[in-house]
């Protein structure tokens, strides 16, 4: 029998959902406040859009702001007395321990997350392959049925994921260390750019975007996170604060007193974090789509980025990807094109036959 999963919250996540599950043979259909973003769903092929008609689903995923997400569980754990609910929460304990204060039939709720996204939000940032060889935290409570954990499995297992099963407190100290502080950390690198020079900031490169992708993510939601999960996050920040405070003691020391001792911390700091970044995972499971980036150097005329882009369809390879750098006061850009590892070479050799400067 196919599973009707109805997906409450179409937007990056919901959308990529519905389009990942409606490609593997579920029924999805799409609710959201904002007619807008549920049409747009449906046009992206991530479900039907549900009205009074629609039968009841079998399975309820809540993929709705964080501050929202317990009442819309509640809700649909009313709504539909049959079905398994689930919600994709960034933080996991405030949205159970609401749900379980609620008094509604939690015994069919089980929470999950899948640790996958992108800096952007909305139906329209939504990916098919989003949660491929990513991370999928199911996170079941005391009275979680069996058969509801196991729906969460399905589901995760279905859009290519590894599942991880947890308890929602442990999930929270975890998600706290790799996702929550890693955002505060790049938002804090990146503001400090604000007030720079043009000059200063036209020297940057790779390392700082590497550095301060997730800092152009939407304040709202990741404010909600913070809050959802803020003893957490303060632990976490307390060590990042006597890491800070440590290594300017050692630029106090070089550059006020003798530096005794400061090349030691510095160097210190600086090692602590190979180790902590050794330990970072590459894949989970099924590999994820890795794309690689071939650089073309395009003149800053009329048409040169259609040409281009016309050149490479021309080649016959997919564009998975595409960002633009400009060279500072320079008459040229740069254009990353993201494609397959297999269309690499072909790509470069075509467009250098062509007479494009193609960068390593
Ligand atoms: N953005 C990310 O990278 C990730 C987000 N999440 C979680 O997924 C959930 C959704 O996040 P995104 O898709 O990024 O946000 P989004 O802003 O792209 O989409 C949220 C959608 O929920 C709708 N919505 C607002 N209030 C609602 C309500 N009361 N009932 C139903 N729908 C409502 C909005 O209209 C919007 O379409 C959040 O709880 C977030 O913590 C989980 C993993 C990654
Ligand atoms: O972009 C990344 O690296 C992410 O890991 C995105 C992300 C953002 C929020 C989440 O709750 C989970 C994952």
């Known amino acids: 029998m196919t599973t009707h999963v109805r997906i409450v919250g179409a937007g990056l996540i919901g959308t990529s959902l519905g389009i ?64 398994v609910v689930s919600d994709v929460a960034s933080v996991k304990e405030s949205v159970l321990r609401a749900v379980l204060a609620s008094g509604a039939d939690a015994n069919r709720y089980v929470g999950s997350h899948p640790m996958a996204g992108r800096e952007r939000s909305g139906a329209a940032a939504a990916r098919a392959d989003l949660f491929e060889g990513r991370a999928w935290v199911v996170v079941p409570h005391e009275s979680s049925t069996p058969a509801a954990v196991s729906c969460l499995r399905e589901i995760a297992l279905a859009v290519g994921s590894l599942v991880l099963v947890m308890p929602a407190h442990e999930h929270d100290e975890a998600v706290a260390a790799v996702s929550h502080v890693p955002q505060l950390a790049a938002s804090i690198v990146a503001a400090c750019l604000r007030d720079l020079p043009e000059s200063a900031v036209g020297l940057a490169g790779p390392g700082l975007r590497d550095v301060t992708r997730i800092a152009a993510s939407d304040p709202r939601l990741w404010t909600q996170i913070l809050a959802g999960n803020a003893s957490a996050v303060r632990d976490v920040m307390r060590l990042v604060r006597d890491q800070v405070q440590a290594v300017i003691g050692a630029l106090d020391a070089l550059v006020d007193a003798d530096g005794v001792g400061a090349l030691g911390t510095l160097s210190g700091v600086l090692e602590a974090g190979n180790l902590g970044h050794a330990r970072i995972p590459g894949k989970h499971g099924a590999a994820p789509t890795a794309y690689e980036v071939v650089s073309v150097v395009v003149p800053d005329e009329p048409g040169a980025l259609a040409r281009l882009l016309g050149d490479v369809g021309n080649a016959g390879i997919n564009l998975e990807d595409l960002h633009l750098e400009h060279g500072l006061g320079q008459a040229v850009g740069v254009a990353e094109i993201s494609v397959v590892p297999a269309s690499v070479e072909p790509l470069r050799s075509e467009l250098a036959r062509l007479g494009w400067r193609v960068h390593d």
């Open 20 to 83: 990942a599950l409606t490609g593997k043979g579920f029924r999805v259909s799409l609710e959201d406040p904002s007619p807008t973003a549920v049409r747009l769903a449906r046009d992206l092929r991530a479900g039907e859009v549900a009205d009074g008609h629609t039968n009841a689903p079998d399975v309820v995923v809540v993929a709705a702001p964080p501050d929202v997400a317990a009442e819309v569980v509640v809700t649909a754990l009313d709504r539909w007395p049959g079905a």
